[in-house]
């Protein structure tokens, strides 16, 4: 079925970095735009950024940029989003998400959880 | 950025009554608009795209109308199930934006 996993969240340091993943599986990764959207605790839906299926293009919400970086594997079916000089603001649940063709998003991982945090 | 005002932030109603969400696009985004449901620790589901197309396996009670700048989503009668909360999503243009959310509550 079409799955999306995300990993690599954890409890980590302002100032320091932290890389989380999302494998896909079920359809054809390398066909799709991929997305990360995150939640603050008790917090409404944040979009975060976004990578093109051939990853040619990319576009992040303005209080990541500079900081954030998303990029794709297409031959591992697999999304990443390389977070550095992480701040307490980031402190969020993050979901990885698929963009069907015409836009939006369909499909959602389950999240993975960054705790920014001394 | 396009600011999306979602209203009301809640509200409470009963089994079989009609509710009304409504998004406010602060520039047009003609039909570039979904709605989610989110329940307590679990992903977004979506329900509508386009503004008005039905998510395959959602139930017909949930609708989506508007164009444009102002945009709803109606459950024609709330059921158990529908107690949660609720976003629209505008895809039309870079950053996408969320609005705030809508909680539905028991009455």
């Known amino acids: 079925q079409v799955q999306l996993v995300e990993s690599g969240g954890g409890v980590v340091q302002p100032g320091r970095s932290l890389r989380l993943s999302c494998e896909a599986s079920?359809?054809?990764?390398?066909?799709?735009?991929m997305h990360w959207v995150r939640q603050a605790p008790g917090k409404g839906l944040e979009w975060v950024a976004i990578i093109w299926y051939d990853a040619s293009n990319e576009y992040y919400v303005d209080p990541v940029k500079g900081r954030f970086t998303i990029s794709r594997d297409n031959s591992k079916n697999t999304l990443y989003l390389q977070m550095n000089s992480l701040r307490a603001e980031d402190t969020a649940v993050y979901y990885c998400?698929?963009?069907?063709?015409?836009?939006?998003?369909?499909?959602w991982g389950q999240g993975t959880t960054v705790t920014v945090s001394s | 950025d396009i600011q999306m005002t979602q209203s009301p932030s809640s509200l409470s109603a009963s089994v079989g009554d009609r509710v009304s969400i409504t998004c406010r696009a602060s520039q047009g985004i003609r039909n570039g608009l979904g709605w989610y449901q989110q329940k307590p620790g679990k992903a977004p589901k979506r329900l509508i795209y386009a503004a008005s197309s039905l998510q395959s396996g959602v139930p017909s009670r949930f609708s989506g109308s508007g164009s444009g700048t102002e945009f709803t989503l109606t459950i024609s009668s709330l059921q158990p199930e529908d107690f949660a909360t609720y976003y629209c999503l505008q895809y039309n243009s870079f950053p996408w934006t969320f609005g705030q959310g809508t909680k539905v509550e028991i009455k």
């Open positions: 079920g359809f054809n990764f390398r066909s799709h735009g």
């Open positions: 998400a698929r963009e069907p063709p015409g836009g939006s998003l369909d499909v």
